[in-house]
């Protein structure tokens, strides 16, 4: 026998035993029901074949509002009863306080790459979440909202001279590329007090952060190197990191870079940020696990004095009583950019597919936003009700988070079901915003149900729509979202009219990683109204 006979044989013995020696779990949640796990993967080849959304829906049809899936060996229970997700991320938050999220998570991450990716805010446990969400809830503010406004309106402007042009030519656009560029300028200037320079003519080549964003929205989908460390026995998993990082592949090689390009970034920003503070410099930090780009755009940039850097830079790790690590307040300036540019243009992505399906609702937002002469401000956000309910339509039927997690930090009651410590559970937000029991005609996109009516009719009391999350881990930033978007679409509506392309997919497909996302974006014609 050869020695890569041997290798071989010896590697498929290590996932049977691991497969096998879960034979414990497996009997403690042999009493929910879900789908028959398929060795080696568990339920994961039906979550790649279907993406996660039309796999949770489809579960929660055949099995029930509690039930459970299999990713690789570890069981995840599947909720989608609007009174047990209250009981889990209220009621009893205590007992559901941690985020289970591997894409972020990432085990194929080691030394300070992997604490960087731990101490994003979305995924922080303990104590240091509480003091990254102290320390950012300043951003989000009422008084900062208020001043946000003109920034939005700015950026609007840009995207707006952008449009024309692309109506003139008559050629068709991903509408997604755009927006997304305007909503990552919003961010930069909210978050950092500073202009990205993001917004760029459609023939030009992508800058530095949306390239990254970009790159990782589209990679983050578990890899076979991810799902095998997934699989593998802990003692192996050091092996399979090594062998991910010698040979990654296109897509992996490519989320490594972008991740090494946005805590460039980041460590620019904070080595800037301390040098206006008279702090000690970073350049010598052994958090630095990346190479150094010398021709960072961003090198010189210094972000305003009551922005989210210097913000972080004053508070302290409440579990610790010491400041924050340099290490953390990137991870959460990474956080910021990435969401800055996938949420918020992937909502008014969908709005403009919608609308564009359906010219009466087109007609009716148009109407209403030419009744209102000038540039939308944040008290004046009420005069626009149409507009908000078409927003909340769209996030109803395509929730750009169309799962979040929990994970039970002792062991609790979950319905009439008791799980141990350590038991991951995934809310199914896209089950939720499409079950009729909840919603009258729930598949349509009737944004006149939103109107004079804050939950949207929804049947279940309110507690069905969840487009940003539930519980004190609600998306900190959802009301700067909303804001952004209601200000875009009004000023988008005043100008144009969107026509979908001929080459726009029908029914939209769509794709999950951490957003779920149009898989080939929008493409439309941009009309000019005047």
């Known amino acids: 026998m050869d020695l890569n006979t041997i290798v071989v044989c010896v590697a498929i013995s290590f996932v049977v035993a691991s497969y096998c020696g879960n034979w414990l779990t497996r009997w403690k949640f042999r009493h929910i029901p879900g789908p028959t796990p398929q060795f080696p993967l568990g339920n994961m080849k039906t979550v790649r074949q279907k993406q996660i959304f039309q796999a949770q829906k489809d579960w929660s049809s055949e099995y029930g509002d509690i039930s459970k899936f299999w990713m690789v060996r570890k069981p995840i229970l599947l909720i989608t009863d609007p009174k047990v997700v209250q009981q889990v991320t209220i009621k009893q938050f205590s007992h559901f306080r941690e985020t289970f999220m591997p894409i972020m998570d990432n085990p194929l991450l080691s030394g300070a790459a992997s604490e960087g990716a731990k101490s994003m805010m ?15 809830q300043p951003m989000f503010h009422s008084a900062n909202l208020s001043t946000y406004a003109g920034t939005i309106n700015k950026a609007v402007d840009a995207l707006i001279a952008k449009l024309h042009a692309i109506a003139i030519s008559g050629k068709e656009v991903n509408i997604f590329q755009p927006l997304g560029q305007m909503t990552l300028q919003v ?23 949306v390239s990254a964003a970009k790159t990782v929205f589209a990679s983050s989908a578990p890899s076979l190197w991810m ?61 630095l696990w990346f190479k150094r780009n010398p021709n960072n ?3 010189d940039a210094i972000p305003s004095e009551n922005s989210i850097i210097p913000t972080l830079l004053r508070a302290n790790n409440k579990s610790t009583g010491v400041p924050l690590s340099d290490l953390q307040i990137a991870a959460q300036t990474n956080l910021i950019i990435l969401a800055g540019y996938e949420t918020t243009a992937v909502a008014l992505t969908y709005c403009i ?22 540039q ?24 750009p988070a169309s799962v979040f997690s929990r994970e039970a930090t002792q062991d609790a009651q979950v319905g009439p079901y008791r799980v141990p410590k350590g038991t991951a559970l995934h809310i199914s937000v896209y089950t939720l915003h499409h079950d009729e029991r909840w919603w009258l005609d729930a598949e349509a996109f009737k944004p006149e149900r939103w109107i004079g009516d804050k939950t949207g009719g929804d049947r279940s009391g309110g507690l069905a729509y969840l487009p940003f999350g ?15 978007a209601i200000i875009a679409l009004v000023r988008l509506y005043q100008q144009f009219t969107f026509r979908l392309s001929e080459s726009c997919t029908e029914p939209l497909s769509l794709r999950q990683s951490i957003t779920m996302s149009p898989k080939e974006g929008v493409p439309v014609y941009v009309t000019g109204r005047h």
Not at 237 to 246: C, H, Y
Not at 353 to 374: C, M, N, T, V
Not at 376 to 399: C, G, I, K, N, T
Not at 470 to 484: D, F, N, R, V
């Open 353 to 374: 597919y919608l609308l564009s399906k359906h010219p009466q609702a087109q007609e009716r937002l148009i109407k209403e936003a030419d009744a209102f002469k000038g």
């Open 470 to 484: 539930s519980g004190p881990k609600m998306c900190i930033g959802y009301k700067l979202a909303l804001e952004e």
């Open 227 to 287: 799902l095998a460390a997934m699989l593998a026995p802990p003692p192996l998993v050091p092996l399979i990191r090594g062998l991910a990082s010698a040979f990654p592949g296109k897509t992996l090689s490519g989320l490594f870079q972008a991740y090494e390009a946005l805590y460039d970034v980041s460590a620019c920003l904070i080595q800037n940020t301390k040098r206006k503070m008279n702090k000690d410099d970073i350049s010598s930090s052994s958090w």
């Open 122 to 136: 979305i995924v922080a446990k303990g104590q240091l979440w509480g003091s990254l969400r102290a320390g950012a």
């Open 297 to 299: 755009p961003y090198k």
């Open 376 to 399: 939308p401000s944040y008290e004046q956000l009420d005069q626009f009700p149409y507009a908000a309910a078409v927003l909340s339509e769209a996030l109803r039927l395509f929730p």
């Open 187 to 209: 961010t930069g200037i909210a978050a950092f007090g500073l202009d990205l320079e993001c917004q760029r003519d459609i023939s030009e080549e992508e800058g530095m952060l």
